[in-house]
């Protein structure tokens, strides 16, 4: 992860995208769910958890999402395992802002001593000198919640500025947070939900593809109301394709700027999502799905 060559598989659905300087596939993925049940814990099967990860690296995808709050811990352990010494091309997005309690909650960790304590275990457990990128996870578990970034957005800016992190991003933010943030530092990504019936972000989206900024939604299909999944479904049937493989499409093809992160604990998953995310969706369909979260 130090050396900035990039070899991105020109295999994978979506083509390449440009975080900074780190090029990565516009199809990643996601290691929450590598750990064990409520994303607390080891999983039950840890030989299963690696050798997701060494089918993603083998499928030739270069963008992994993770952070130090799954397991807690868990989850970097685990890419340090399966991946260490890491391939040039491979970049790993990191959050931090939020802790695990005794009760599998989220509480936000985002004091200036707080957040230097989350990078640090993050380059050790990662087995790192520098993180590629550094998500400041805001909001709580319901959502963005508005009000300033500044005090622990300037706290990862100087982490930066010693050499920790190479590039900022931000998660679970509202649009004005964004832009206080670009006026602190650059950032090269927002990590938002953002779905085929969650549409909340759309002008965001835009705005960011624009400036050359990535959008990296999570829970592709999170949020449906039962009218809207039987929508998605009766699409999806009529392509003869899994929601799931038509909900990854439409965001392919949404914007140039988005990236997947799609998660899962299985080998033949993760292989599924790669061929479904290639689905090629026409006019007509799109504007069908459209109307999902209109």
Known sequence: MSDTTNTPSPSLPG???????????????????????????????????LAVLREAAALGITHIDTSGAYGPRVTNQLIREA????????????????????????????????????????????????????NLRLGDAQGPRPGSLAEPFE??????????????GVSNTTAEQVAEAQAIAPIVCVQNMYNLAYRQDDELIDDLAAKGIAYVPFFPLGGFTPLQSAALTAVSARLDATPMSVALAWLLQRSPNILLIPGTSSVAHLRENVTGAGL?????????LDKIGR
């Not at 995208?17 to 840890?46: C, S």
């Not at 800016?157 to 590039?167: N, T």
């Open 15 to 49: 083509g390449t995208w440009t975080l900074g300087d780190l090029t990565v596939n516009r199809f990643g993925y996601g290691a929450m769910q590598l750990a064990g049940p409520g994303v607390m814990g080891m999983p039950a099967d840890p030989d299963g958890a």
């Open 83 to 134: 991946l260490h010494p890491y391939a040039a091309s491979l970049h790993i997005v990191t959050k931090v802002g939020a802790v695990r309690d005794e009760q599998g909650g989220w509480p936000p960790a985002r004091r200036p001593e707080e957040l230097r304590r989350a990078v640090h275990e993050n380059l050790e457990d990662l087995g790192v000198d520098a993180l590629d990128v550094v």
């Open 155 to 168: 706290t990862l800016v100087q982490l930066q500025q010693e050499g920790l992190i190479r590039h900022l």
């Open 280 to 288: 090629s969706l026409s006019e007509e369909e799109l504007a069908e």
